[in-house]
């Protein structure tokens, strides 16, 4: 019996072994392919040129291919919605954890789970149909398709991660902390805000890279409501994301062209721009667990 038991533990744990090194072996070719696809357009146009480029051209007689705009657009639409997004969801998943009666709490969560389940080309289509007009109207402008529409869209797609994760990081702190708290004569929001949060710090810091990941790389619903043009960033005017650069142009470019090395390009910038936010993340929350 205790053999049996053995082999079957053995079988199992062969079966991670596998199913672990498939994941890594995934990432692995994802990062070659996007490394040997994309240097080539990079030596050509020039690392700086590329990168620091304001003008992106590839139809022009003489093609350009700067991709500033793009990152620019990027990094100042994810701040801006995990600036709006963060707190919304942490105190969110406080309540929720902490304050909220088990009924309430079961109807948000509900409401949580089903805002994460909604594709993205919905999120798109209400943005583009409910948001744009209004932007349009209240401030005044030509077109409401702009970088704060898409800031807004992002920071409602990002709740769902941050909430979801804090959640389950706040209810994982163990009641004694809690109670040790109580006895000492703190209050409910002293505990909460100086006990628990502290204690479930990173998991609710793995949250906000699960929110950086999900805005950083979303395309579609971004497409819809940004206008997709490569302006260099303004909140009132329309903004293209390296994510869309990416998937509104690669359908029709020519086989081995520079412009479709140029894109291979972008995506590996912006594959390279979530590895350095997950690495430094991870260092920061190693460097505090050491501390």
Not at 94 to 106: D, E, F, G, I, N
Not at 186 to 205: D, L, M, N, Q
Not at 237 to 246: C, D, I, P, Q
Request: hydrophobic share 55%; charged share 10%; proline share 5%.
């Amino acid at each position: 019996m205790k053999n049996k038991a053995n082999t079957l533990e053995t079988v199992v744990h062969g079966i991670f072994l596998i199913l672990g090194l498939i994941t890594v072996g995934a990432v692995l070719l994802i990062s070659i392919y996007l490394i040997v696809s994309g240097l080539p357009a990079i030596k050509e146009i020039g690392l700086w040129n590329f990168l620091f480029g304001g003008e992106w051209a590839p139809s022009k007689s003489d093609p350009q291919f700067g991709i500033l705009p793009f990152i620019l657009t990027s990094i100042y639409g994810t701040a801006g919605a995990i600036l709006i997004g963060t707190p919304i969801g942490f105190f969110t998943s406080v309540y929720l954890a902490k304050m909220a009666p088990k009924k309430m709490k079961q109807i948000v969560s509900s409401a949580v789970s089903l805002l994460a389940g909604i594709p993205s080309v919905v999120y798109g289509l209400v943005g583009m149909l409910v948001l744009v007009p209004a932007i349009r109207k209240i401030f005044q402008l030509p077109d409401g398709a702009s970088l704060l529409a898409a800031i807004i869209v992002l920071s409602i797609m990002v709740l769902p991660s941050i909430i979801k994760v804090s959640l389950t990081a706040l209810e994982a702190v163990p009641k004694e902390y809690e109670e040790g708290s109580f006895a000492l004569g703190s209050t409910p929001v002293e505990t909460y805000f100086k006990i628990s949060v502290p204690a479930a710090k990173s998991g609710i810091a793995t949250a906000i890279v699960l929110g950086v990941g999900r805005a950083i790389g979303e395309a579609m619903a971004v497409v819809m409501v940004s206008g997709n043009v490569a302006n260099m960033p303004s909140l009132f005017e329309s903004v293209r994301f390296l994510t869309t650069a990416v998937s509104s142009e690669m359908s029709y470019t020519a086989t081995g062209s520079l412009h479709q090395q140029a894109l291979f390009s972008i995506a590996l910038v912006l594959f390279l721009f979530i590895m350095l936010i997950n690495a430094t993340l991870n260092f920061f929350l190693k460097k505090k667990k050491e501390s």
